[in-house]
């Protein structure tokens, strides 16, 4: 099935199932990515991605491993249906007579569906970094004393941040998206939920600049013939590896958009007051190598999520399920 015969709603269909699907498989890794990048020198509370998830497990139990997967899951929708849709609508307009775009007009639709994408992305990194991080923070608050799991939920303090006065303070329970919402627009407006946007830009337009040509190339390796689409199984290797190279390419600049956007600190960590001072400070305090902190954890997390993408998005689920729904057939 070629791009031009899918239609938007299919388009949106399959952008949200394969975000679904992916988010669900591989988010314990984003998890882990995310407490890897927001540790300091000196404060290291994880080894490595294995020893963060085993810690994880231990002390929050299994699904803790899925701290703010519900934020994803309902923002990932929209946020995949619009980069995958944005990236075929603006190749499909630069595209003369049916004619395969050059690799510049390749890279100019990827950077148009990555600052299209930034409006849910945003606000969806926001509220999932401070719910991801809240476990890293709490273990650094307490003693390694070995407790079940029900003793340590109700004996854990979730050590939150003002998010005016920057005070460090200890609360009685964890809170949610929807709470960290609330407040967000209460006391900054809707700009608190796009706090990190420049960072956030700066992360998805070069990741898309470098995917969507490299994916577009390499599943045309894999076509039989022009006229035939890649099999399956070819889409998915494409979109893993390019995935995967786009997602390590861009990891300083996410590890500055995660540094930004967590409102909770440590009583010792560093606080930054823009793109330029944290990666400063980063790199006067932490090194050249603190840029790619959790580079693998999220090469693991995009290999997947985009090859599931790909696969679901030029199988045509999502003209599978119009051409079947209860709609389709009342009008036929």
């Excluded at 995310?34 to 497990?57: E, F, H, I, P």
């Excluded at 007579?97 to 930034?118: H, I, N, P, S, Y």
């Excluded at 799991?149 to 005016?164: D, Q």
Aim: glycine share 8%; aromatic share 8%.
């Amino acid at each position: 099935m070629s791009q031009q015969q899918i239609s938007l709603p299919a388009k949106l269909i399959n952008g949200g199932l394969a975000g679904i699907v992916g988010v669900t498989c591989v988010f314990p890794i984003d998890l882990a990515k995310t407490r890897l990048q927001n540790q300091r020198q000196g404060q290291q509370a994880y080894k490595s991605m294995m020893d963060c998830l085993v810690k994880t497990v231990r002390s929050e139990g299994y699904f803790g491993m899925y701290r703010g997967a519900a934020v994803n899951l309902t923002l990932v929708t929209p946020e995949k249906a619009i980069k995958l849709a944005a990236n075929d609508f603006f190749r499909h307009h630069l595209a003369k007579d049916g004619k395969r775009l050059t690799v510049f007009k390749e890279m100019l639709a990827g950077c148009a569906a990555g600052m299209c994408q930034v409006v849910i992305t945003t606000p969806m990194e926001m509220l999932k970094i401070q719910l991801q991080d809240a476990g890293r923070l709490a273990s650094q608050q307490q003693k390694p004393v070995i407790l079940s799991h029900t003793k340590l939920v109700a004996t854990n303090a979730v050590i939150s941040r003002s998010y005016n006065s920057g005070t460090v303070v200890s609360a009685p329970r964890a809170v949610s998206a929807t709470q960290i919402a609330r407040e967000l627009l209460q006391t900054q407006g809707i700009k608190g939920l796009y706090r990190g946007l420049g960072a956030t830009l700066m992360r998805d337009v070069p990741f898309s600049i470098v995917y969507f040509p490299l994916f577009a190339n390499l599943n045309h390796l894999g076509k039989p013939s022009p006229e035939e689409s890649s099999p399956f199984y070819w889409a998915f290797f494409s979109g893993c590896v390019a995935g995967s190279t786009a997602a390590v390419a861009v990891n300083p600049c996410d590890v500055v958009k995660t540094r930004l956007q967590s409102l909770n600190k440590g009583s010792t960590e560093e606080t930054y007051s823009g793109v330029v001072d944290c990666v400063s400070k980063i790199m006067r305090k932490e090194g050249p190598s603190a840029f790619l902190k959790g580079a693998g954890c999220r090469a693991l997390v995009i290999a997947p999520l985009f090859g599931i993408a790909q696969v679901m998005y030029f199988v045509g689920v999502g003209e599978y399920i119009l051409d079947n729904s209860p709609l389709r057939i009342l009008s036929a």
